[in-house]
């Protein structure tokens, strides 16, 4: 079965910690994954997307790493800050259908 | 418009009744996903439209769910004769074309059955 679980469910960190979201899947043939952030009662925003192929990808203060072989991503988040606080959500894309994680709830402190 | 949108963002309706949840893609995507996330759980899969078929609706939990996407643009969720268990957040997704494409997902609608 295809499943996706991240760890830990839960994380507070004061401000400026660096600090490392993890999933892992069960099934290493993946078209690509995918890091969302999703922000009490709103939708998912897009902050990156793996192909299988690569092995990372940044956006500003996040970088995205992929290990298919070893069924792993870690989201990395610098410097973190009071904003960033919010549920992280991985989804990894088998076939036609993207399958996530329960998610990380973040709380940053300022 | 830039986004996904949804409407309505809440309905509320009772057991039994039919209700109508509208998804509006990004203009020019022709995949759009539908989704349905419960309280502290990622989103669930339930059916994936490529223009106006539905190339996978194996999702769905069963015949009261029923989706369509007639001009291959504007996607409708039917659900007949709701349960309470249908209470969740229903979200809907468009990508560009392909499978490797990124997935931009909408505010969703929240529906609550009485």
């Known amino acids: 079965k295809q499943e996706v679980t991240q760890i830990p469910a839960a994380l507070s960190v004061p401000e400026g910690e660096n600090l490392v979201l993890n999933c892992s899947f069960t099934d290493s043939a993946i078209y690509n994954l995918q890091w969302f952030r999703q922000d009490p009662g709103k939708g998912l925003t897009s902050l990156l997307l793996?192909?299988?192929?690569?092995r990372e990808q940044t956006s500003g203060r996040l970088n995205a790493s992929l290990d298919k072989s070893s069924g792993r991503s870690t989201l990395y988040i610098a410097a973190s800050q009071p904003g960033d606080s919010a549920t992280y959500l991985c989804a990894v894309r088998w076939g036609n259908k993207l399958v996530f994680g329960a998610g990380t709830i973040l709380r940053v402190k300022s | 418009g830039a986004g996904v949108s949804q409407t309505p963002s809440n309905k509320v309706t009772e057991k039994g009744k039919y209700v109508e949840l509208r998804c509006d893609p990004i203009?020019?995507?022709?995949?759009l996903y539908w989704y349905r996330q419960s309280l502290g759980q990622g989103p669930e899969f339930l059916i994936y439209f490529q223009g106006t078929g539905a190339a996978d609706d194996s999702g769905l939990p069963n015949d009261r769910f029923f989706a369509v996407r007639p001009e291959g643009s504007v996607s409708t969720l039917k659900i007949q004769r709701t349960e309470r268990g249908d209470s969740a957040v229903y979200l809907c997704?468009?990508?560009?074309?392909?499978?490797?494409?990124?997935?931009?997902f909408g505010p969703g609608t929240r529906l609550t059955v009485l």
């Open positions: 997704a468009s990508s560009a074309a392909g499978l490797r494409d990124e997935q931009f």
């Open positions: 793996i192909q299988s192929s690569q």
């Open positions: 203009s020019g995507h022709t995949a």
